[in-house]
């Protein structure tokens, strides 16, 4: 597509609930991204994936959050038994490779946990 | 850890004003800076970027330079409209690329007419 996508643009759930955040990056980008911003916080790394590699997944906050990346593509984030903590947009963004370039960033999902 | 400072704002200015935002960061290696901008309703998106120390990176009349004696990459703007208004994001990658960025908490920046 013409830039990163991503849905639902805003998701409110019930604490405890489990939530699924999908993630189309640009096609043809072999790396993908994923970001927390929380408010009054600066942006947060969560995952990163870079081809068929292992993803990086040293900045998720805690085992409740995992992420997927099927077929080098779409890429799924996964929140389990919800906090109001987690209450945040998270970003998504893809670039062409790893090294010197540019990130496209999604327009998030804003999560709400009530 | 790495870390970014900047100024947090709501920055408010004129229009045709000069623009400066602050910004400091703390890495152990030699990273790669970056300005990212959020328009209103928009996802971010790559304003600048310099990859190594007294490199310019520049776009849209924005400047930014790599001070490595004061690790610093101020962000200015000679004459800033109202289009300008957005939040802009400093960030650092010290693996070079995009992954792993290490972003500022963000500047809000409003410009009046």
């Known amino acids: 597509g013409a830039g990163v996508s991503q849905s639902p643009s805003n998701k409110v759930t019930e604490k405890g609930k489990d939530v699924e955040l999908r993630c189309d990056p640009i096609?043809?980008?072999?790396?993908l991204y994923w970001y927390r911003q929380s408010l009054g916080q600066g942006l947060e790394f969560l995952i990163y994936f870079q081809g068929n590699s292992a993803p990086d997944k040293s900045g998720l906050p805690s085992d409740r959050f995992s992420a997927e990346r099927t077929g080098g593509s779409v890429s799924t984030l996964t929140i389990q038994r919800t906090q109001q903590e987690d209450s945040a947009v998270y970003l998504c963004a893809s670039s062409a490779e790893r090294m010197n370039t540019e990130a496209f960033f999604g327009q998030g999902t804003r999560l709400t946990v009530v | 850890g790495d870390s970014v400072t900047q100024m947090e704002g709501p920055v408010t200015l004129s229009e045709e004003a000069f623009l400066t935002i602050n910004c400091t960061y703390t890495a152990t290696g030699y990273p790669s800076l970056f300005w990212y901008v959020q328009y209103p309703g928009e996802g971010l998106q790559l304003l600048l970027k310099?990859?190594?120390?007294?490199d310019k990176g520049s776009n849209k009349g924005f400047e930014a330079t790599y001070r490595k004696e004061t690790t610093s990459f101020h962000l200015e703007k000679g004459s800033v409209q109202v289009s300008d208004s957005a939040v802009y994001f400093c960030a650092l990658s010290e693996r070079g690329g995009a992954d792993g960025l290490t972003f500022g908490k963000g500047t809000h920046l409003i410009i009046q007419p």
């Open positions: 310099a990859t190594k120390a007294d």
């Open positions: 096609s043809g980008h072999t790396a």
